[in-house]
């Protein structure tokens, strides 16, 4: 990874940390970036809103499309802290975002609580399987950010 991509997933990660501490909703953060600049930013606010549609994936495509008057964005690149849901999958390929970059993926979301692995299979979505180019990418934060959910004593379930 660039700098600049490490510096767009730790943005991603202070969204994800900041929502989940302020208990909006878990333990996710999305950065959508055009042309080097950020246009797009958003942390899970499912409990927040009380809408099941409220991830962070969302959110910052929603700031995006907004931010630059259309709801395209081939050439944008969406940097967030765990694999997109089938959800937001939908979402990235309404919005025509060719590239993600994410840390965690469905199997840790599911290690923690989140049940998007049902929805996968339900689906029939395999791993790996994508209109836009999805990457793995290591961060330590990852990790961090997760564990910290874990240890979350008033977290709760959805």
Same mark, same amino acid.
């Given at each position: 990874?660039?700098?600049?991509?490490?510096?767009?997933?730790?943005?991603?990660?202070?969204?994800?940390?900041?929502?989940? !501490?302020?208990?909006?909703?878990?333990?996710?953060?999305?950065?959508?970036?055009?042309?080097?600049?950020?246009?797009?930013?958003?942390?899970?606010?499912?409990?927040?809103?009380?809408?099941?549609?409220?991830?962070?994936?969302?959110?910052?495509? !929603?700031?995006?499309? /907004?931010?630059? /008057?259309?709801?395209?964005?081939?050439?944008?690149?969406?940097?967030?802290?765990?694999?997109?849901?089938?959800?937001?999958?939908?979402?990235?390929?309404?919005?025509?975002?060719? !590239?993600?970059?994410?840390?965690?993926?469905?199997?840790?979301? /599911?290690?923690?609580?989140?049940?998007?692995?049902?929805?996968?299979?339900?689906?029939?979505?395999?791993?790996?399987?994508?209109?836009?180019?999805?990457?793995?990418?290591?961060?330590?934060?990852?990790?961090?950010?997760?564990?910290?959910?874990? !240890?979350?004593?008033?977290?709760?379930?959805?």
């Amino acid at each position: 990874m660039s700098r600049k991509q490490i510096d767009f997933m730790e943005l991603a990660f202070e969204e994800a940390f900041a929502g989940m !501490r302020n208990n909006e909703g878990g333990p996710f953060g999305a950065i959508v970036v055009l042309d080097g600049k950020i246009i797009g930013r958003g942390h899970n606010q499912v409990l927040l809103a009380q809408d099941p549609t409220a991830h962070a994936e969302i959110i910052a495509i !929603r700031e995006a499309c /907004q931010h630059i /008057q259309n709801i395209h964005l081939e050439n944008a690149i969406l940097y967030s802290t765990c694999e997109p849901c089938p959800m937001c999958l939908a979402a990235i390929q309404w919005a025509q975002i060719p !590239r993600v970059e994410y840390v965690m993926n469905r199997a840790d979301a /599911q290690k923690i609580g989140f049940s998007d692995l049902r929805i996968y299979q339900k689906m029939g979505i395999p791993d790996g399987v994508y209109a836009a180019e999805l990457l793995l990418v290591p961060h330590e934060q990852g990790k961090n950010l997760f564990e910290e959910w874990e !240890r979350k004593s008033d977290k709760v379930f959805y």
